[in-house]
């Protein structure tokens, strides 16, 4: 999620107990997620995608109540009707549009909420158990018919976050201003750029000063976890970001479908 111009924001999991429980790592409900025997090969497996949305970040009262859900459509479009508290259940429009834009395909689905917290990346998101892990945030303020697809990410973090800590600094010291995708997914949101989902176009957004917000660190360090793991042989494949803008006219159901139809069309390149 992006603040109102020129910033932007965040979300994800982690391994630990307080945290499992509200990774569904499994898929939409209604659909089992297919057994897997250990003794086939790897290409036989289900794709294992995570789709992470953010919780909201202004006005939320004292102490901040970090895991509202209320005002943010990236979190909404997983969870449904409004939260106070962390999720249980992943039951918003999105989740049931990502198993009808996937059809066929073997996809094992996974969904999780994250507080709008700086470092909120590397401490909750399982990026080694999944080969695909889509980041979702608010970002597109003077639109609602595109989404925006981040090409690359701008390192710095800045700004003041849900908690009220302040940060402005690097988000990898001594690496370039600028951190360009892997291949792979550079590949693939150059071929999603100026195409259109549903309702709504998706746009390629190069890496740029004025956003270096939570987004803008998420994605960062999903891409270093990327390199990380094509450096060690891991299971992720790809990352990405992709920045949307509020439902028009209360439309939840047709910002899902846009925005599933993307999803899919990086995660299952």
């Not at 090969?41 to 789709?51: A, G, H, I, N, Y």
């Not at 989404?147 to 402005?168: C, H, M, P, Q, S």
């Not at 846009?258 to 390149?269: D, H, W, Y």
């Amino acid at each position: 999620m992006m603040p109102p111009p020129p910033s932007c924001s965040v979300f994800v999991m982690h391994r630990a107990a307080l945290f499992s429980a509200l990774l569904v790592g499994a898929c939409a409900p209604g659909a089992d997620a297919p057994s897997v025997d250990p003794a086939s090969s790897p290409s036989q497996d289900p794709l294992r995608v995570l789709v992470t949305g953010f919780n909201d970040w202004t006005q939320l009262g004292e102490p901040p109540n970090l895991w509202r859900c209320r005002d943010n459509p990236s979190c909404r479009l997983l969870v449904g009707d409004a939260l106070e508290q962390p999720p249980t259940d992943f039951e918003g429009p999105l989740v049931a549009a990502l198993q009808r834009a996937a059809g066929e395909r073997s996809v094992q689905w996974s969904f999780a909420t994250m507080p709008v917290t700086w470092g909120v990346a590397t401490e909750r998101t399982p990026y080694a158990e999944h080969d695909v892990v889509v980041h979702i945030g608010l970002g597109v303020y003077d639109r609602d018919d595109e989404v925006f697809v981040e090409a690359g990410a701008f390192n710095l973090r800045k700004g003041t976050d849900a908690a009220g800590t302040v940060v402005e600094a690097p988000i990898l010291p001594g690496e370039p201003e600028v951190l360009e995708a892997p291949p792979r997914v550079a590949a693939a949101v150059a071929a999603v750029d100026g195409r259109a989902f549903g309702a709504m176009r998706a746009r390629a957004m190069p890496a740029r000063v004025e956003n270096t917000y939570l987004c803008n660190e998420t994605h960062t360090l999903a891409l270093d976890a990327v390199a990380a793991s094509e450096a060690d042989g891991g299971r992720l494949e790809a990352a990405y970001f992709v920045h949307i803008p509020q439902p028009k006219d209360g439309d939840w159901a047709t910002l899902a479908e846009s925005v599933a139809g993307v999803v899919v069309a990086l995660a299952l390149r």
